[in-house]
């Protein structure tokens, strides 16, 4: 039986904290771009922010959210998009879709079948789609933060990579990204044990030190990261 983790409360907490960290998000967003297709559905759309972001390059997108009260605050905060759907959606399922892709960013850490998962995010997509993922990166970086938000694992690129194969998906790209923020996330959550919420910290990071690791990323990628992206694909 599919159950939502962690504490919901705390994860509104550092969702709503993230959400100012708007140069973080619009990287993560340009990545996922190139894949979606015309018609994709976000797994996990939490306060809606990359919902919005994307939903303005494309004809249609649906956003999905598992808990209950954050998917009425989704619904209420996107009600004025026309072609933005809404659903609730707990994973795993045996639902089947024709979506163009299927993203979910920072959603498969708290699924204990992660495998179950994402064969469910690779029934919802039409054959030849993608399944875009982020997910955090590395178990020494796993902190009080990540427990309490309901992390259950986090990953490298070969065992997110496995696990992809593993649901039947095709991989096609993976790689780590956000060097300088494992750093600092490592610093902040496991050494000082704080929590990722919106302060002096976040900004300094989102304005000064992220678009410097931004674009030495565009150039040469990195062997680790605060996060592993990747796409596979639907088999044809």
């Known amino acids: 039986m599919a159950e939502i983790t962690g504490d919901q409360r705390v994860q509104s907490e550092v969702l709503e904290g993230l959400a100012t960290a708007v140069n973080h998000r619009r990287w993560f967003v340009e990545l996922a771009v190139p894949h979606l297709g015309d018609d994709p559905i976000e797994i996990g759309s ?66 204990e079948d992660h495998v179950g998962a994402l064969r469910s995010m690779r029934d919802l997509v039409r054959p030849g789609g993608a399944v875009i993922i982020i997910v955090p990166a590395f178990q020494f970086a796993m902190s009080p933060a990540d427990i309490a938000t309901g992390h259950v694992r986090r990953y490298t690129k070969r065992t997110l990579g496995a696990a992809m194969t593993d649901a039947g998906l095709t991989v096609e790209k993976i790689h780590y990204a956000n060097a300088l923020g494992l750093l600092g996330y490592f610093m902040a959550t496991k050494v000082f044990r704080l929590m990722p919420k919106e302060g002096p910290m976040v900004k300094v990071y989102d304005t000064v030190v992220l678009p410097a690791t931004k674009a030495a990323e565009q150039r040469i990628r990195p062997p680790f990261g605060q996060s592993v992206f990747a796409v596979a694909r639907v088999p044809s």
């Open 46 to 111: 939490g306060l809606g922010d990359y919902a919005l972001e994307w939903s303005r390059r494309l004809p249609r997108f649906t956003a999905t959210e598992a808990d209950p009260d954050r998917l009425v605050q989704l619904k209420e905060r996107l009600a004025d998009q026309p072609n933005i759907d809404v659903r609730q959606m707990l994973l795993p399922h045996n639902d089947r879709g024709d979506y163009s892709a299927a993203v979910s960013y920072n959603v498969l850490e708290h699924i």
